[in-house]
């Protein structure tokens, strides 16, 4: 999808949070890795399951890994710069039927460029091109509000847990 936006596509929305990551780390309950977005300005999270593969390069970059050939991550950057574009931002932009939804904003010859992708994949392409991460407040509300329903108590706990990790705790978790 093409999207002309304003000549800053780095600027963020004010309907955009922008986010930091947090850690990466098992759920103790599903054993699934969870990326943990944290508001750069509260104390606000926003838990991510992604896969496991999704979540290895995403803590290859995190660890500063090189690896022997590129992986799929590092392609992606390599083929976007020789291509002379650059990705400006990540936003997980829509939450809908418990699923994750993401937009890279590329850049190139003066046009921006918006690309639907999963969120673990738009966050391991900004950590490669050190860009801002934001969610959309819509996305950050409506994941509070299906952590309070009666059947996602857990989710609130979880998130309620998360949020008072600290650097030590989440250490012990990483991946």
Request: glycine share 2%.
């Amino acid at each position: 999808m093409s999207t002309q936006a304003p000549s800053s596509v780095a600027a963020h929305a004010p309907d955009e949070v922008e986010m930091q990551i947090r850690g990466l780390m098992m759920d103790p309950v599903t054993n699934m890795p969870i990326i943990v977005l944290k508001d750069i300005a509260s104390d606000t999270v926003l838990p991510i399951w992604v896969g496991i593969f999704e979540a290895q390069a995403i803590a290859l970059e995190l660890e500063k890994t090189a690896t022997p050939r590129p992986m799929t991550h590092d392609l992606l950057r390599n083929m976007a710069r020789n291509l002379n574009a650059e990705v400006r931002k990540v936003v997980v932009s829509e939450l809908r039927d418990d699923t994750f939804y993401a937009i890279i904003w590329m850049e190139q010859a003066g046009e921006v460029v918006a690309m639907d992708a999963r969120p673990s994949d738009a966050i391991a392409l900004a950590l490669r091109w050190d860009c801002p991460i934001y969610v959309n407040r819509d996305v950050l509300e409506n994941s509070r509000q299906a952590a309070t329903g009666t059947q996602t108590i857990n989710a609130e706990e979880m998130r309620r847990w998360l949020e008072n990790l600290n650097d030590d705790e989440m250490g012990r978790y990483k991946m």
